[in-house]
Nanobody, 131 residues
Framework: QVQLVESGGGSVQAGGSLRLSCAAS????????MGWFRQAPGKEREGVAG????????YYSDSVKGRFTISQDNAKNTVYLQMNSLKPEDTAMYYC????????????????????????WGQGTQVTVSS
């Protein structure tokens, strides 16, 4: 049974930092696509950052580039999202997701930031940034 369990959300003032974690289990973690997505009220879900777990290559949306960092701990099958210089517009529910249909970085990167290839999702963790 595939499980993605997020943690680390919360409330912070603008300019602050948070780190989200996503612990994956129930499937082969290596050589897969993992991503962080977010959805704010009244808005469509958008890709934030992704990582190819086979080699650690990463990709980001323009809105978070330079402020957010996605990383992984292979030994723990865990993906992290370090969020710095947070802005009120970063307020959203953040979801961890896994795409287990491919095995290459090319597969992960070519579809980014489309969320449709991601077949497993966590329950989400709320991030609220106040001004």
């Amino acid at each position: 049974q595939v499980q993605l369990v997020e943690s680390g959300g919360g409330s912070v003032q603008a300019g602050g930092s948070l780190r989200l974690s996503c612990a994956a289990s129930g499937y082969t973690y290596s050589r897969r696509c993992m991503g962080w997505f977010r959805q704010a009220p009244g808005k469509e879900r958008e890709g934030v950052a992704g990582i190819y777990t086979g080699g650690g290559s990463t990709y980001y949306s323009d809105s978070v580039k330079g402020r957010f960092t996605i990383s992984q701990d292979n030994a723990k099958n865990t993906v992290y999202l370090q969020m710095n210089s947070l802005k009120p517009e970063d307020t959203a529910m953040y979801y961890c997701a896994a795409d287990t249909s491919g095995y290459t970085y090319y597969h992960c990167h070519r579809s980014w930031p489309d969320d449709r290839p991601y077949n497993y999702w966590g329950q989400g963790t709320q991030v609220t940034v106040s001004s």
